[in-house]
């Protein structure tokens, strides 16, 4: 597992908990983000 993958699954672990809303929406930003940079490194690594 890649520390990018490894850091989704823990935000993903983390929001799974009750959070206040401005903290679960900042969270959320910061999950897509990563989602969307392993998406191009993984097109990267596949040619």
């Known amino acids: ?3 990018l993958e490894e850091a989704v699954a823990k935000l993903e672990k983390i929001l799974e908990h009750n ?3 401005s903290r679960r929406d ?3 930003e910061v999950l897509s983000l990563l989602k969307d940079e392993q ?3 993984d097109n990267r690594n596949k040619g």
Request: net charge neutral; charged share 35%; glycine share 0%.
């Open 39 to 41: 998406k191009l490194e």
């Open 26 to 28: 900042e969270l959320q």
């Open 1 to 3: 597992m890649s520390k």
């Open 19 to 21: 959070l206040c809303l």
